[in-house]
């Protein structure tokens, strides 16, 4: 689609939402052209608390289903619609609240700590969430002594244990986009451009070998971090006309150059797309406007239990993103 194609779309998505009195959120794994047609861009955290405090009528949600209901969850009496129904997430789908309430036969006095990438019936038996911007203090919030399962993401859940030293079963989840971005890829790139800044998702299956070679000092220490999308682009704004290596989808690199276009950033697997993201197209953002769908609602009872659990976590706040302690 050329400029002026673009142009008259964009235009008729702002008046469809106009009409119904619709706020647009949308991930930073959206497809640049979604990206920018909407109100707010964000991180899973960002979009939860801006989800909160909407004041439109209806919020689309142009990311995945789990987003879509954690907003509907937090804001009950709105509408939420979400472009695509097909937009899953293969992390989430590797947990089920029965797996959850097993896990609490086994263990009554144990704590479940659940990242946002989950269905709203995991989260309505968990203690409290998290996401990859805010799961370190999460669980330096919870009481000592206490055992607890972390769930699902494996490579997130193992940072953070070994950020907390907390006593922590990981769940075995994975996400197929990120566990793909591999510890072979970083040293590679990192070995091509050896000054350059490294930003790793906590996702990603190169996570843990980043965190080993910055301890090894093969990493520069003040130049490697583990940062959710949102903390990516928060640092994207510090590095003047530097250069940073992205190791996280690669849609993320539409609001890291935004933020800084005098920098050069460069994906660490250019092959890590979200196929779920990538569901959100031009054209079912005008269908979901036009023709009020697809409607996103969550069970009652469900959707309180789960409520508890978000508002836990959204009441700690991002205090400090996942950076390796000692990290500038
Ligand atoms: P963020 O919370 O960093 O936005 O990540 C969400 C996600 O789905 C990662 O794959
Ligand atoms: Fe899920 Fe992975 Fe896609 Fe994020 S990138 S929505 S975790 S499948």
Redesign the pocket.
């Known amino acids: 689609m050329g400029a002026a194609g673009y142009e008259k779309w964009a235009a008729e998505v702002r008046a469809l939402a106009r009409e119904r009195d619709a706020v647009i959120l949308a991930?930073n794994?959206q497809d640049a052209a979604i990206q920018d047609v909407a109100d707010y861009v964000g991180d899973s955290l960002e979009l939860s608390r801006l989800a909160a405090k909407a004041e439109a009528s209806t919020i689309v949600f142009c990311?995945?289903h789990?987003?879509a209901e954690t907003a509907k969850i937090l804001s009950p009496d709105k509408t939420v619609l979400l472009p695509s129904l097909e937009a899953?997430?293969?992390?989430?789908d590797t947990v089920e609240a029965a797996d959850v309430e097993r896990w609490r036969l086994q263990n009554p006095d144990g704590l479940v700590v659940s990242y946002v990438?989950t269905s709203a019936a995991v989260k309505a038996l968990s203690d409290v969430c998290c996401t990859s911007a805010n799961a370190v203090d999460v669980v330096e919030s919870l009481p000592e002594g206490k055992k607890i399962l972390f769930l699902p993401?494996f490579f997130l859940g193992s940072h953070v244990a070994r950020e907390t030293g907390r006593d922590i079963e990981v769940w075995m989840g994975e996400?197929?986009?990120?566990a793909k971005i591999t510890p072979e890829a970083l040293r590679k790139k990192v070995a091509e451009d050896p000054t350059a800044e490294v930003f790793v998702h906590p996702?990603c299956g190169c996570s843990t070998t980043a965190l080993d070679l910055w301890s090894a000092g093969d990493l520069p220490k003040e130049r490697t971090r583990l940062l959710s999308t949102g903390a990516m682009i928060r640092r994207a704004r510090e590095i003047g006309p530097g250069r940073a290596l992205v190791a996280?989808?690669v849609g993320i690199l539409h609001q890291l150059r935004a933020a800084n276009p005098e920098a050069t950033f460069e994906a660490v697997d250019g092959s890590a797309v979200?196929?779920?993201?990538k569901m959100t197209t031009q054209e079912s953002l005008i269908e979901a406007l036009r023709n009020g769908i697809y409607e996103i609602e969550v069970e009652q009872e469900t959707a309180k239990a789960a409520r508890r659990a978000l508002e836990a976590m959204i009441a700690i706040g991002p205090k400090s993103i996942a950076v390796p302690s000692g990290a500038a």
């Open positions: 991930h794994y990311g995945v789990f987003m899953g997430c293969s992390l989430a990438n993401d996400c197929h986009v990120h996702e996280t989808e979200c196929p779920f993201m």
